[in-house]
């Protein structure tokens, strides 16, 4: 099976950096996702990570730790557009023996000025 | 735009109909996934097909039905409705086989709602 966390809520400066933090527990794991959601709207990929590491794109950074089953998503320079839920998603084997991206319940981070 | 597109964007209808959602994936991508989000639980994976098959399964009722056709666009039938399936209907699509190694791509949602 399969079990994400994360925190549901955040709250950060315009201009500041904000990490958000997600933790599973996944079978057969073999690639963690950040996706962005504004409200209402349709998930949009983000990152993703299959080795540990930081992968940097742009504004957004992204770390694995697959011994510690940890991955962080790093948002530099925030902007209001970044106010949105975050989700953390793991590929790996669910409980009834299939491979699926599950994702966590979301991290709303709202910006303020 | 991610190249998704499902249709209706809003359904509203009563417990004990039946609906029928449907999905095109982006060009080029064989896999399809339905996902439903409602306000407490998240994204629940529901089901995915690949090329025209069932690939995986996750917590889809029994009264929750789908396929993909030989065009590969897929369809979500929902049965007997109850006012819990009110909910945000995700499809999104990838180009690969399984879940976890390619992004997926997510249309805009159907909202359904049950009165």
């Known amino acids: 099976g399969q079990n994400i966390d994360q925190p549901t809520e955040m709250t950060a400066t315009e201009g500041a950096i904000v990490q958000i933090n997600c933790t599973y527990q996944?079978?057969?794991?073999?690639?963690l996702f950040w996706y962005q959601q504004h409200a209402g709207e349709a998930p949009t990929f983000l990152s993703y990570?299959?080795?540990?590491g930081l992968e940097e794109k742009g504004r957004f950074s992204s770390f694995l730790s697959r011994s510690k089953g940890y991955s962080y998503l790093l948002l530099k320079e925030l902007q209001m557009k970044d106010s949105a839920s975050y989700l953390c998603?793991?590929?790996?084997?669910?409980?009834?023996?299939?491979?699926?991206?599950?994702f966590g319940k979301g991290t709303k981070l709202s910006v303020i000025p | 735009d991610s190249g998704v597109t499902q249709t209706p964007k809003h359904l509203i209808t009563a417990t004990g109909q039946r609906v029928t959602l449907r999905c095109s994936p982006r060009?080029?991508?064989?896999?399809v996934y339905w996902y439903q989000q409602s306000l407490d639980q998240g994204l629940q994976f529901l089901i995915q097909?690949?090329?025209?098959?069932?690939?995986a399964k996750g917590n889809i009722l029994e009264r929750f039905s789908a396929q993909q056709f030989p065009d590969l666009h897929s369809e979500l039938n929902l049965s007997s409705l109850e006012l819990g399936d009110s909910a945000l209907y995700f499809c999104a699509s990838s180009s690969g086989q399984g879940a976890g190694n390619s992004p997926l791509h997510f249309g805009n949602g159907t909202r359904l709602t049950v009165t």
């Open positions: 060009s080029g991508d064989l896999s």
């Open positions: 097909y690949y090329n025209g098959e069932e690939r």
């Open positions: 990570n299959v080795l540990d």
């Open positions: 998603a793991s590929g790996g084997y669910s409980g009834a023996g299939s491979y699926q991206l599950t």
């Open positions: 996944t079978s057969g794991f073999n690639g």
